[in-house]
Structure formats: C-alpha cells, structure tokens
C-alpha cells in the first residue's frame, strides 16, 4: 500500500510569485484535504477536494486554490505569494468524504520559504 | 467558534516517568477525535481516532481516552523515542465533507 507522497520536498520562491504544489493520494482513497501549518502551530484547514471538486473550505482568501484529478491526486496553487505565506503544507487523503469514519493521513509536506 | 486546546504546551519527563497530555474541545457536531505525532520538519503520523465518550484506545505506550469535552493520551513508562509533538485533532463537518480543527500541540521531550 503506498502512502501520501508530495512534491517538492522544498520551494523557495520571492514575494508576489506563484506555486503549485503536488499531493498523491494513498492508495484506495478518493478525498484529498489540504492544510497549513506555520512554526510552532497546528496545522489550519485550506480546503478539500472530492471527485474533483471543492468540498468545504478554510478561512483562506481565494488566492490559494487547488484541483484534483481522476486519479484523486492534487494540486494546491497560491497565487500572489506573501511573506506570511511561508508554511509547511500538508496533504492528506482520505477513504470517503462525508462518512463518520474517515481517518485522514498525512503526507510529509512541502517546507514553503517566501522571501 | 470551533475550539482545541491542548496542555501542558511543552513536558519533559524521565524515561519511565508516566504522565498524560490534555486536549480540550468545544466543537459543533464533533466526528470524530484524532490523535497525531509529529516529528520535526514531518508530516503528523496518525496514531488513534476516537468516536463516543467513554472511548479508550491503546497502542504500545500510548492510551487515549474521549470524554464529552476532553480526551487524553496517557504515556506510560516513556522512553526517549517518545520524544516528538502530539497533535489533536476534531473532525468536524464542513460542506460535505470532514475538515480536522487542530490544538497546537504538545511538544514531549523524553530524556535518559
């Protein structure tokens, strides 16, 4: 069973730049939910996407946005990079959206450095 | 507002010296009850979900309990790998979905 993958592992852009990070689900499931978790706090809900749509999202401005794509992997794209931007970004995926029990598990993340 | 809060912030034990972490929540429709680790620099490693109050989970070491505000996980005799950050996490619905409302963590340091 493969688990959550990401890419990069790294990205180092300047203010006003744009990035599209890369989330591979695990194995089996079909809901990818994206979060950003700055120095020293826990992580805060981005968005999530099943069947390749939006499916709730965090109180984040429309400059972050994502896809997903039949094969349930995503893509997280920011726009209009900020210092306040440099985060880890994590994605987790999860068997079924809306169910009760839906453990989600994490990727290892993408360490954002916006200068 | 949906709330977690987590404490002790930061516990240092001995190795062998049991303690337990906190983890508060006032939710709405809460779903479910997580528990990560998270070493630095990594993704957090999933370790228990827990559904109704009354709920105990085990995993080596480790014990988590859910009450209907609180849950706890309990570290019996410690040993230096212990030694990480412990998320909680309530799941809570959104749109027509799940999303996790995280605490900020308790970082243990486990020491020989």
């Known amino acids: 069973e493969t688990g959550v993958t990401q890419s990069p592992t790294h990205l180092i852009k300047t203010r006003g730049q744009q990035v599209t990070l890369r989330c591979s689900s695990q194995?089996?499931?079909?809901?990818v939910s994206w979060y950003q978790q700055a120095l020293g706090q826990g992580p805060q809900f981005i968005f999530q996407?099943?069947?390749?749509?939006?499916?709730g999202r965090g109180n984040f401005p429309p400059r972050f946005s994502g896809l997903q794509f039949p094969n349930y992997s995503s893509e997280l794209n920011v726009n209009a990079l900020e210092l306040d931007d440099s985060a880890l970004y994590l994605c987790?995926?999860?068997?079924?959206?809306?169910?009760?029990?839906?453990?989600?598990?994490f990727g290892p993340g993408t360490r954002l450095t916006v200068l | 507002e949906d709330q977690v809060t987590q404490s002790p912030e930061a516990l240092r034990l001995q190795e062998g010296e049991s303690s337990s972490l906190n983890c508060s929540y006032t939710?709405?429709?809460?779903?479910?009850l997580f528990w990560y680790r998270q070493d630095p620099g990594k993704g957090p490693e999933f370790l228990f979900t827990?559904?109704?109050a009354g709920e105990e989970k085990e995993k080596e070491r480790l014990k988590a309990t859910l009450t209907k505000k609180e849950s706890f996980l309990h570290i019996t005799a410690p040993k230096p790998e212990d030694s990480a950050t412990y998320l909680c996490a309530a799941s809570i619905l959104t749109g027509g979905g799940n999303k996790l409302t995280f605490g900020t963590g308790t970082q243990l340091k486990v020491e020989l």
């Open positions: 939710v709405s429709g809460l779903r479910g």
């Open positions: 194995s089996g499931h079909n809901t």
């Open positions: 827990l559904y109704s």
């Open positions: 996407y099943y069947r390749e749509e939006e499916n």
């Open positions: 987790a995926s999860s068997l079924a959206v809306g169910q009760p029990r839906n453990e989600q598990f």
